[in-house]
């Protein structure tokens, strides 16, 4: 970018409008992402509004066919997460344990490359331990290939989004899938917080954005 290789450069990622990227000269966004961008005092670029939205999505693999909801068969609600630990902290824990606590014999897979490490496996379900969640409820997945990863979505009932540092790529895939997803819609200006309710508002499941934490 730094050696402007057009004249005009326009991004599709709006994470660069907020690290100052004077190179850049438009950010593409949409009206979730629009509100965090202007929030920011560091944008630097001009703002590209979409109104349909500015997601695309492909899958790297060929991926399995989806399958019936698991309740159909399993009998419990099995909610999932899959991503980078970074967004599940204490305060996720805690907001995940209060929606397993509210349906009898739920589980939740989250999978993460980090579960490969056994001392972080402990350390979550400690974590969870404290925060009511008994041990059998829960499933952790170390590193998966694309296409084993892909293939776990058939294995989870609704997908949960972090709170405050979504994770869109995890709501591509699952929408692909055919699992829905929940997500928290975030007044913080911090471009991240809203990738999910971007890709949610986009195909029309509004429904599918709590508006605070207890409707989460």
């Not at 190179?23 to 009206?31: F, G, M, N, T």
């Not at 979504?166 to 997500?183: F, Q, R, Y």
């Not at 809203?194 to 709590?210: F, K, R, T």
Request: charged share 15%; hydrophobic share 40%.
């Amino acid at each position: 970018l730094q050696t402007r290789p057009a004249t005009v450069q326009i991004d599709l990622n709006s994470e660069t409008a907020l690290f100052n990227v004077s190179q850049v000269d438009y950010v593409v966004s949409d009206r979730s992402h629009f509100n965090s961008l202007s929030a920011s005092k560091t944008a630097a670029a001009n703002i590209l509004k979409i109104p349909q939205g500015a997601h695309f999505f492909r899958p790297v693999c060929r991926t399995p066919s989806a399958k019936s909801v698991p309740i159909n068969k399993n009998g419990y609600v099995t909610f999932g997460h899959f991503g980078a630990l970074i967004t599940v902290n204490s305060k996720m824990v805690k907001c995940w344990a209060a929606i397993l606590q509210q349906f009898n014999d739920s589980k939740i897979i989250i999978q993460s490359q980090a579960f490969d490490d056994p001392h972080i496996v402990l350390r979550y379900r400690n974590m969870f331990f404290k925060a009511g969640v008994e041990q059998k409820q829960l499933i952790f997945v170390g590193n998966l290939p694309h296409h084993a990863k892909m293939a776990y979505y058939n294995k989870v009932d609704v997908m949960l989004d972090s709170v405050g540092n979504s994770n869109s790529d995890m709501t591509k895939e699952a929408l692909w899938m055919g699992v829905p997803v929940i997500t928290f819609a975030s007044e913080s200006s911090f471009v991240d917080s809203n990738h999910s309710l971007s890709v949610l508002n986009m195909i029309g499941v509004e429904h599918c954005v709590a508006s605070d934490e207890s409707q989460y």
